[in-house]
T-cell receptor, first 111, second 112 residues
Framework: SQQGEEDPQALSIQEGENATMNCSYK?????LQWYRQNSGRGLVHLILIRSNEREKHSGRLRVTLDTSKKSSSLLITASRAADTASYFC???????????FGAGTRLFVKA | DTEVTQTPKHLVMGMTNKKSLKCEQH?????MYWYKQKAKKPPELMFVYSYEKLSINESVPSRFSPECPNSSLLNLHLHALQPEDSALYLC???????????FGPGTRLTVL
């Protein structure tokens, strides 16, 4: 499957803890993005990392990309209840000019 | 205006009905997308329009008919749907040369 595979499928943590989500894929990509989706709503773009980059930061978010292992991770530091959402990695450049979303990780942050 | 809007928010229709979903953006984006998302699943690409022309159709059944009347509007016409078509339908747009997609809030469709 071209789709990214994410783990864990679900993650429950306490407020203030860090949350790490992983995405693995099988084909070459041009870039990898992470999106957040609050329950039943549209997706919000969080961060993009290009295939020639290894790490990017944005606020409390840290994304890494290992193209040799075909994997990426999203770290959310000092999590808040408002971070409760589903997080999807998205691969661009697979099979043409389109984005393919991974299965997603459902994060629940307990206050 | 950095918003993608979708109407209606919710839609309930019978299998013999004809209805349309509407998506609008005023960011000057020239690529627009329709996705279908079932519960606890990722969005699945249905159609891509680039410069008002259909560029990708992911083998979607003909009961779904997209239309892009101008660079700001994207419609999805629905006819003779099946209950399994019940899902969240998401619209998104991107600007030329960028891959970051801006999503609308979605239309929750229920087919009875």
């Amino acid at each position: 499957s071209q789709q990214g595979e994410e783990d864990p499928q679900a993650l429950s943590i306490q407020e203030g803890e860090n949350a790490t989500m992983n995405c693995s894929y099988k084909t070459s990509i041009n870039n990898l993005q992470w999106y957040r989706q609050n329950s039943g709503r549209g997706l919000v773009h969080l961060i993009l990392i290009r295939s020639n980059e290894r790490e990017k930061h944005s606020g409390r978010l840290r994304v890494t990309l290992d193209t040799s292992k075909k994997s990426s991770s999203l770290l959310i530091t000092a999590s808040r209840a408002a971070d409760t959402a589903s997080y999807f990695c998205a691969l661009w450049g697979v099979g043409g000019f389109k984005t393919i979303f991974g299965a997603g990780t459902r994060l629940f942050v307990k206050a | 205006d950095t918003e993608v809007t979708q109407t209606p928010k919710h839609l309930v229709m019978g299998m013999t009905n004809k209805k349309s979903l509407k998506c609008e953006q005023h960011m000057g984006h020239r690529a627009m997308y329709w996705y279908k998302q079932k519960a606890k699943k990722p969005p699945e690409l249905m159609f891509v329009y680039s410069y008002e022309k259909l560029s990708i159709n992911e083998s979607v059944p003909s009961r779904f008919s997209p239309e892009c009347p101008n660079s700001s509007l994207l419609n999805l016409h629905l006819h003779a749907l099946q209950p399994e078509d019940s899902a969240l339908y998401l619209c998104a747009s991107t600007t030329t040369g960028q891959v970051e997609q801006f999503f609308g809030p979605g239309t929750r469709l229920t087919v009875l």
